[in-house]
C-alpha cells in the first residue's frame, strides 16, 4: 500500500525510517517523533478579553497567621451583622414613620442602602476567605467587586455632599426650604448621584481590564482594592494613574469643596442666631452629618492621599476603617442625640405601646 511521504521528510529505502530534508524545519516534538509540537495560546488569546492570562486572584487578607485568622473572622462577622441591623432598622424606621418623610432622611435612608450594599460586596467574601483554605477570587469576580467598590464610595461621597446642602438650604433659607427641596428635585439629586457613580466605576473597571497581569497573584488585602491591583500590574498602568487622579478630582475634592463652601455659610448663619438655644438646636441639626462627613474623608484620605509607590501593609488598617467601621458607625452617629430618630425605633419596636408610654 502507497503511503504518502511526512511533510518535510524525504521518503526513503524501503523498511528505512525516512530522513529530513535538507533545510526543512521539523514540525514534531523533539524526543517524541511522529508527536506535532503545537504552540500553546494564552487565555487572553483565545477569549481575546483577559490580556493578563491571569484567571483568579487569592485575596489572603491582612495576616496569614490561622490564630489572627481566626480572631479577624469573628471581628468582621460581628461588625458586618451590627453594620446590616443598625442600617436596616434606620431604612426600616424611615419607610414607616411619616414624621420622617423629609428630605434629610430620605437621603439618610439612601446613604444606610449604600453603606449596606458596600459591606456586603466585601465582608461576606472576606469571612469566607478567613474561613477557608480557598482564597481564591476569579478575574472576573474581582473586577466586579471592584466596580461596586469604587462606584459605591463615590456615592457615598456625593450623598452626603447632597446632603450638606440640604443643611444649607434648612439653616440660611428655611423659608425657602419647602419649595427648594421639593421631592421631584431630591429624586433628581439622587439619580444624579447614582448616574456619576456608576460611570466613574465603570471608567476604572474598563481601564483595570486593560491592565496586564502576569506576577505574583496574591492580594494582601481584605478585597480587591484598586491600587493594590496597581501593583500587582506588569504592564504600564500611567492612563489608570491620570485618569484616576482626573476624575478623583471631581468625584472626590469637587463634592469636599463644596461641603466646605456650605458648612461656612452654616456656621455664619448660626453665629447670627441671637439665642444660645438657637445656636444650639440649630448646630445640632448639623452635628451628626459633619461627624460623619469627618469619619468617611479622614479615613479615605489616610488610604489614597499618598503615592502608589508607598502603599503597603500598613495601610490595612486604614483601609478597615472607611471599607467596615465608617459603614458601621454611620447609624450610631445619625441616630445617637437625634429625637426624631429615636421616636421612630421605639414606634418600630414598640408600636402602640410607645406611644402610650410618650
Known amino acids: 500500500m502507497h503511503?504518502?511521504?511526512?511533510?518535510?521528510?524525504?521518503?526513503g529505502s524501503p523498511g528505512s525510517r525516512p530522513g529530513p530534508k535538507a533545510g526543512a524545519k521539523p514540525l514534531c516534538h523533539p524526543g517524541i517523533p511522529g508527536f506535532p509540537l503545537v504552540k500553546r495560546r494564552t487565555v487572553g488569546e483565545m477569549d481575546g478579553v483577559n490580556n493578563s492570562?491571569?484567571?483568579?486572584?487569592?485575596?489572603?487578607?491582612?495576616?496569614?497567621?490561622?490564630?489572627?485568622?481566626?480572631?479577624?473572622?469573628?471581628?468582621?462577622?460581628?461588625?458586618?451583622?451590627?453594620?446590616?441591623?443598625?442600617?436596616?432598622?434606620?431604612?426600616?424606621?424611615?419607610?414607616?414613620?411619616?414624621r420622617l418623610?423629609?428630605?434629610?432622611?430620605?437621603?439618610?435612608?439612601?446613604?444606610s442602602f449604600t453603606d449596606l450594599f458596600f459591606v456586603t460586596n466585601t465582608i461576606p467574601k472576606m469571612l469566607v476567605s478567613l474561613q477557608s483554605q480557598n482564597k481564591a477570587i476569579s478575574y472576573a469576580g474581582c473586577l466586579t467587586q471592584l466596580y461596586f467598590l469604587v462606584s459605591l464610595v463615590a456615592l457615598d461621597n456625593l450623598i452626603l455632599a447632597t446632603m450638606a446642602y440640604d443643611r444649607y438650604v434648612a439653616i440660611c433659607r428655611p423659608l425657602h426650604y419647602t419649595t427648594a427641596m421639593s421631592p421631584g428635585l431630591c429624586i433628581l439629586l439622587l439619580a444624579l448621584c447614582w448616574a456619576l457613580s456608576a460611570l466613574y466605576g465603570l471608567t476604572h473597571t474598563l481601564l483595570m481590564t486593560r491592565v496586564t497581569f502576569c506576577g505574583s497573584r496574591k492580594i494582601h488585602y481584605i478585597f480587591c482594592e484598586m491600587y493594590v491591583l496597581l501593583r500587582l500590574a506588569c504592564s504600564s498602568t500611567q492612563v489608570n494613574h491620570t485618569v484616576l487622579i482626573a476624575t478623583g478630582c471631581f468625584i472626590f475634592l469637587t463634592p469636599l469643596g463644596f461641603m466646605i463652601m456650605s458648612y461656612v455659610r452654616i456656621v455664619?448663619?448660626?453665629?447670627?442666631i441671637p439665642s444660645a438655644t438657637g445656636k444650639y438646636k440649630a448646630f445640632s441639626t448639623c452635628a451628626s452629618h459633619l461627624a460623619v462627613v469627618s469619619l468617611f474623608y479622614g479615613t479615605l484620605g489616610m488610604v489614597y492621599l499618598q503615592p502608589l509607590q508607598t502603599y503597603s501593609m500598613k495601610d490595612s488598617v486604614a483601609t478597615v476603617m472607611y471599607a467596615v467601621v465608617t459603614p458601621m458607625m454611620n447609624p450610631f452617629i445619625y441616630s445617637l442625640r437625634n429625637k426624631d430618630m429615636h421616636g421612630a425605633l421605639g414606634r418600630l419596636f414598640l408600636g402602640k405601646a410607645f406611644q402610650r408610654l410618650t
Open 3 to 11: 503511503r504518502e511521504p511526512d511533510v518535510g521528510f524525504d521518503p
Open 53 to 98: 492570562g491571569v484567571s483568579e486572584f487569592l485575596l489572603l487578607g491582612i495576616s496569614e497567621s490561622p490564630e489572627q485568622q481566626r480572631v479577624q473572622f469573628w471581628m468582621f462577622l460581628s461588625m458586618y451583622l451590627v453594620t446590616v441591623v443598625g442600617n436596616v432598622l434606620i431604612i426600616l424606621a424611615i419607610s414607616f414613620d411619616p
Open 101 to 111: 418623610h423629609a428630605p434629610m432622611y430620605f437621603f439618610l435612608a439612601n446613604l
Open 268 to 272: 455664619r448663619a448660626i453665629l447670627r
